[in-house]
């Protein structure tokens, strides 16, 4: 959705000279996959979040009213919770963006000359794919656990403290979130520096602009509709996340993410209209944040 | 479901401009039948049964928890399904309590079939499904076999006599560790607070097990007449080994990678794992009943609201109450079968496993293991969410 909307971008938008019955009817069945899978379930989860608990019900037994109090109650309970996942997924997003803007350009721009090592790396960033990510978070959790070769010699060098471990801490999860969302940050910078001219670089040198002024100046901001879809990318799903997070994969008990609690409410508690307001908190808090960030980049056209 | 659906469709002679135009509000209202919580409506009625027809059966069991050859084949039930020409469906569908919950609620609620004619299940999950009335009614006359049911097993408080619910497999839970880094072992929950231990302590996440060894300790009868206050003492021993750093993490069947990778040291755990682990990755891990006492839990076959099925499901508990029957599955799954008479049956395969007390546990060993008492709907909500705010760190 993202590359196909950002390849487009530069072309002159055409409006449809007539209206066709016949395009309408094309739409149909988006219309109704959306309306079946989007909005019925949105409605679903709106009118389950204001739920009141039945009266001398047993557990999981709710029905419906306008019980708004929900949100108030779940953001005083879980506001750590909220603030956690948004704080994670922000780390994650920056250091994708470190790791992968270096490799996108390496790929885009440094190894043109070279076709066949351009699409020897690009399928090395996208190989992860062919194993489920559970899988290879599950790897990562064996690669960093207490008795694993990593961590024994890092602590050796003394680089950690002797009853120091990585699994169950937040680093655990941000390194865990980071590694899980590379490849939809580095695909999308890929595409956009993959069409950088050169010729502008040049020009940059030639105007007695040093590499770093051109860089900043020419480099990233003809590589911002790369970054801000890798940015949403990656931010989205992150923020959202509860796999990374969860305690039986790199997370512990003071790590729980929004995911976690909005899953631990809906099938241990069977709260579920504290469930769905969460779910509703996180994607009002999503669409309000990536909406001002979207602005404040400049390029709210490109979606 | 979606049977009905297509009835429902036949049903109304409508246009296409009519259906098109009906499509939306359909769509929204579908999605919030699907999706209702709890629903409005009493409790569901059994669906008829029409197993005298249809000998098919389908089973809904957990990972490793049925006897399996080399080829993934399951010989028990391969004889049963000679023995009576019921051919059964089985499908390792449930992995957790709460999730399997989770996924078959709605249809529950709705009296539909969920897919299974018999599901097992643990304890205080079959005490919530007969409370809401999602199980059907057994016919007694239809297990004759169930006169060899262990009679510690006949009367639990949530299903006195055995109406509903009928025990598949138990275990115990308790304490184990690492031998190779604990030589000296461990002997209650207490130990597990040791100091040489912080960090490396792992605790289930299923929260009749872990409280109920540490109410134990507390010195509370789990079995009996507890209260708010016995639980709340409980909680803070948890919340504070939490808070210190003592607790390495609190899981769910995946502790078992924990123990592996010797991320934990010690831990609390159930019975049968320690067997298969120490025969997976090496003879060095070894399992304990603390001496405060230790929980005992069982998993428990029922028929679910809407099975048409539930003759064969019956037809099912009764073969595996047959004692060689009953041996053959203990000797596979290495926890404690509910069948008199199994462990003189296993005798004769091997006798080493007939005196194996984490199978087939004698009166003495029985005598330190408890159950957790049943809990109402208030209580459940109250206890659970004190639980979970720990292991959300909240």
Known sequence: ?303 | MIRALIAQARNSQLNRRALLAGAGAGATALALAACSTGGAQGKPKPAADTSAEDKTLNWANWAAYIDEDDSGAYPTLERFTEETGITVNYEVAVDDNNTYYGKVKDQLALGQDIGADTAVLTDWMIARWIRFGYAQKLNHDNIPNLANLNPALLEPDFDKGREYSVPWQGGFAGICWNTEAIPGGLESVEDLWNSDLKGRVGVLSEMRDTMGLIMLQNGVDIAGDWGDDDFTAGIDVLRKQVADGQVRNIKGNSYLEDLKSEDTLAAICWSGDITVINAEAGDKWQFAIPTAGGTLWNDNFLVPIGSPRKANAEALMNYYYEPEVAAEVAAWVNFITPVVGAKEAAAAIDPELAENQLIFPNAETLSTAHIFRSLDGAEEQKYQAEFQSILLGA
Do not use: C
């Open chain 1, 1 to 303: 959705m993202a590359f196909a909307a950002f390849q487009t971008a530069e072309a002159v938008p055409q409006a449809p000279k007539r209206h066709s019955r016949i395009a309408l009817l094309l739409l149909l069945p988006g219309i109704a996959y959306l309306m079946l899978f989007f909005l019925a379930p949105l409605v679903s989860l709106l009118l389950t979040s204001l739920q009141a608990p039945r009266e001398f019900g047993d557990i999981g037994q709710f029905d419906y009213a306008f019980n708004w109090q929900n949100y108030v109650t779940v953001v005083q309970s879980y506001l750590p919770h909220i603030m956690r996942s948004f704080g994670y997924a922000l780390a994650a997003t920056v250091l994708a963006l470190l790791f992968s803007y270096p490799l996108a350009y390496f790929i885009g721009v440094k190894a043109r000359r070279w076709p066949m090592l351009q699409a020897l790396m690009l399928v090395l960033v996208i190989a992860p794919f062919f194993i489920s990510f559970l899988l290879r978070t599950l790897a990562w959790k064996q690669i960093l656990s207490d008795e694993s070769f990593v961590i024994t010699s890092l602590k050796a060098l003394s680089l950690m403290a002797p009853d120091a471990h990585f699994t169950g801490t937040p680093f655990a999860v941000i390194f865990g979130l980071t590694y899980n969302f590379i490849p939809f940050m580095t695909l999308p910078l890929y595409t956009t520096l993959e069409r950088l001219d050169l010729r502008y670089l040049e020009a940059g040198g030639d105007l007695y602009a040093g590499p770093f002024t051109v860089f900043r100046k020419v480099t990233v901001p003809l590589s911002m509709p790369g970054i801000v879809a890798g940015t949403l990318l990656t931010f989205i799903p992150a923020a959202g996340d509860y796999v990374n997070a969860s305690r039986d994969f790199l997370g512990g008990t003071d790590t729980q993410m929004m995911g976690n609690v909005i899953e631990a409410n809906f099938l241990v508690l069977l709260n579920y209209p504290a469930a769905a307001a969460l779910s509703i908190i996180l994607m009002a808090a999503i669409l309000v944040l990536v909406g001002l960030y979207v602005k404040r980049a400049g390029t709210e056209d490109l979606l």
